[in-house]
């Protein structure tokens, strides 16, 4: 009797420890197991800092999972999608990448894919005088200005023939990381067809200048119109004056107005 009762405890124990180990992997596996939320999805941002102008390359990105409300319309859910194109701007570490701030497949040359529609590249040579003493980088705007020497021989005239202008590239390169000044031998910048037709006649007829502006400044300073001055009137004023009249062998002095 005691042998049973004792055989039926260490069952009784084997099945209840059994259980336990059962119910305890369980729990580790749920535990191991990471939860599927279907508030997020996975969103493309950069894993470094990439510059403008950079072909991208799996390295460049990594997945992350953001709540689904927060993420934009525009982003990548995954980096296959981004192989063989460029960036159109500076992008930070971490920073969600946006279809906004990326170009189309690369067709060709990392340039040609990097011009908006409708616009075109035309390269103008410089020095460092008119490099802006290297200081252009791609990315920047400037104004070009236009010297016109006289036809006549007079004083030459300088207007800004071009406002806001993006450059694309300096000498060879459309991106870069550093901000040291550089002489360069060519400028590229992005025109539309009627201010690249107006900038290579300007070439023709004189000299260019190229000049820096700030990044954020939008707002156009308002140009004061010199007066011209006006032309005096003339005003006739009535005068008379004397004239002699000689009939035979007299003379007759009548006044007459003028």
Not at 51 to 57: A, H, L, V
Not at 110 to 135: E, Y
Not at 168 to 178: P, R, S, W, Y
Not at 202 to 230: F, H, I, S, T
Request: charged letters at 25%.
């Amino acid at each position: 009797m005691v042998k049973r009762r004792t055989v039926a405890l260490l069952c009784f124990s084997m099945i209840l420890a059994a259980g336990a180990v059962w119910i305890a992997n369980n729990w580790l596996n749920m535990k191991d197991t990471p939860r599927q939320d279907v508030n997020l999805v996975n969103v493309v941002v950069a894993a470094m800092d990439i510059p403008y102008g950079q072909k991208f390359d799996k390295q460049h990105f990594e997945i992350v999972r953001l709540p689904r409300d927060a993420v934009p319309e525009t982003v990548f859910s995954d980096s296959l999608e981004l192989e063989g194109q460029v960036t159109l701007v500076d992008l930070l570490e971490g920073e969600v990448v946006r279809k906004e701030r990326v170009s189309e497949k690369l067709v060709g040359a990392t340039l040609a894919s990097m011009i908006s529609l409708n616009m075109r590249a035309v390269t103008v040579r410089v020095d460092d005088v008119i490099g802006v003493a290297g200081f252009l980088l791609p990315g920047n705007y400037v104004d070009v200005l236009a010297t016109r020497n006289s036809r006549s021989g007079g004083r030459a005239t300088t207007d800004t023939i071009l406002k806001k202008i993006k450059v694309l590239a300096v000498d060879q390169i459309a991106g870069t990381k550093k901000n040291d000044p550089v002489v360069v031998r060519a400028v590229t910048l992005e025109l539309s067809p009627k201010q690249a037709e107006l900038i290579v006649r300007a070439k023709e007829e004189g000299r260019l200048q190229l000049a820096l502006r700030n990044p954020v400044e939008d707002l156009e300073q308002p140009v004061v119109a010199k007066a011209k001055p006006r032309k005096a009137k003339r005003k006739y004023v009535p005068t008379s004056t004397s004239v002699t009249i000689i009939r035979g062998t007299k003379a007759e002095t009548v006044k007459v107005k003028l």
